[in-house]
Structure formats: C-alpha cells, structure tokens
C-alpha cells in the first residue's frame, strides 16, 4: 500500500480516502519532549477495513485524534480526501469533521432522555437538516444496523450492544467518508461484541470504510487488514491470515 496518493485498483487508479506522509506529534512536556507519533506514513483507500492495534502508550490515541482531525500533527502531510487537513484552523478543523467523519467512542454518549431516533437525529440537527427529512434519514440509519424495531427506546432499555448499534447509526446519519471506531467493544460484554463486530462487518460489507482501534488482539482480527503500532511508528501493516 503506497503512503501517498493513489493505488491503481482493477486498472483504475483511485484516490486515497486518508493519506499520512511522515507524520509526527510531539508534545512538550517537562524536560523531555514526548514523541506520541514518530513518521507515520500510510494510506486508506475507500472501503476498506483497517484496524489499528497496540498496547498502551504507543501512539493509537494520538494516531486517532489527528486522523479524526481532533488535532492536528507537530510536522508531515496529513490529505484527507485530497485536501490538506495538516495545518488547518479549528473552525475549518471542525467542519472537515462533521462533513467527513464518524465517531464510535467506548462509551457510547447518548443522550439518556432521548429515544434511539432523537439520538441519532442530532447531527443533523446541528448540520440545519430540515425537520422532515431528519426523521427519515434517522430511521433509514437505524435500519442499516438493525435497529428498525426499537426507535422509541430509550437508551436504558436497550442492552449495551443496541446502545453501540444506536451510536453507530448516530456516526453514520450524516453519511460521513470515514467511520472511526475508538475501542467500540471496550464497554461491552463477549456477545456483545461479537455482535457489534458482526454489524461493523456488515457495514464494511456494504461499502463503508471504517478505522478500528483496539488494543484487543481478537478485536483487530475482525478488520481485513490489521496495523500494529509500537511506540509511535507502526511496526508492521499486514493483510489478516484468512
Ligand atoms: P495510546 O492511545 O496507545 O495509549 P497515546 O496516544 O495516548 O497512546 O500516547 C502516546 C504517548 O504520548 C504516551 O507516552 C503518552 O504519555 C503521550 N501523550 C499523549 N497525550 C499527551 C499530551 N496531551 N501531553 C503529553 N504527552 C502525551
């Protein structure tokens, strides 16, 4: 997989969706500066599946932050979809964000008061959709994760997998380039997971690209190609053994 631009893909040539070219994140602490990512190059093209893995302290956080364009690197090129996010302000920063990403925490930050559709109705709320078609366009998401028979829950009737599944469509309502899952089965129990991972698959199945990070090895092996991170470099980036 090349670091910058493009791939050639069944004799097409196509661009890739994120591109990091020697990124690197220093913070400036005490005595020692921090090095969290130390020239991090690498692509993802549309649709695909990548899951990042590593213990504690290796840079996933970080990693994660400037890809979800959170922050922004100390040095290197970050293009995402082309553009070049790298040195941008928080306004436009946050903008990028809303257009083009997705966001699955841990914790899955609904709102308790509000039912599953309210809930992921809010981005587009904040994105000044118009009232009528926020309703259909929360209800066609919740549909896409399996969720069409319980809109009207609210988040404490529904299990710790359905709330995921709810969060899930929340990140996907806006119809977002990238979905970006921060430990997404972290909170849940084994069945649970399996059922989020099932669902995640699906959606990958359908098209979506997804960026996974987990510091779960049997989690990372749901992705089609696991990326292994090590003090702020990844240390290798390998398809998963069928
Ligand atoms: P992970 O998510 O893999 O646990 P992080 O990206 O959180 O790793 O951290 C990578 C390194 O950067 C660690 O050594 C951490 O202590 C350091 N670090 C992370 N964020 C900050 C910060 N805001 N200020 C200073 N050091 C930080």
């Known amino acids: 997989m090349p670091a910058g631009g493009t791939l050639i893909a069944g004799g097409r040539r196509q661009q890739a969706l994120v591109?990091?070219?020697?990124?690197?994140?220093?913070?400036?602490?005490?005595?020692?500066?921090?090095?969290?990512?130390r020239g991090v190059s690498v692509a993802v093209m549309p649709?695909?599946?990548?899951?990042?893995?590593?213990?504690?302290?290796?840079?996933?956080s970080t990693f994660m932050h400037i890809l979800g364009c959170l922050d922004t690197p100390t040095s290197g090129r970050y293009l995402l979809a082309g553009t070049d996010v790298s040195r941008m302000d928080e306004v436009n920063l946050a903008e990028?964000?809303?257009?083009?990403i997705g966001f699955v925490f841990q914790q899955f930050h609904l709102l308790p008061r509000l039912s599953a559709w309210r809930n992921v109705e809010l981005p587009l709320i904040y994105a000044g959709?118009?009232?009528?078609?926020?309703?259909?366009?929360?209800?066609?998401?919740?549909?896409?994760?399996?969720?069409s028979n319980r809109l009207e829950h609210r988040p404490n009737q529904l299990s710790g997998g359905q709330q995921q599944r709810v969060a899930v469509a929340r990140a996907l309502v806006t119809e977002p380039d990238l979905l970006l899952a921060?430990?997404?089965?972290?909170?849940?129990?084994s069945r649970s997971s399996a059922d989020v991972l099932a669902m995640l698959d699906g959606l990958h199945r359908a098209g979506r690209t997804i960026v996974l990070i987990t510091h779960e090895n049997d989690v990372a092996q749901a992705a089609e190609r696991v990326m292994r991170f090590r003090d702020g470099r990844f240390i290798d980036d390998g398809e998963v053994a069928a």
């Open 47 to 60: 649709g695909e599946y990548i899951s990042i893995v590593g213990p504690s302290g290796s840079g996933k």
């Open 19 to 37: 591109s990091f070219d020697n990124i690197w994140k220093t913070y400036p602490t005490g005595a020692e500066p921090v090095h969290a990512l």
């Open 96 to 100: 990028v964000r809303n257009r083009r």
């Open 129 to 147: 959709v118009p009232r009528h078609e926020r309703k259909a366009r929360a209800l066609a998401a919740l549909e896409q994760v399996g969720l």
């Open 182 to 189: 921060d430990e997404p089965t972290g909170n849940l129990d």
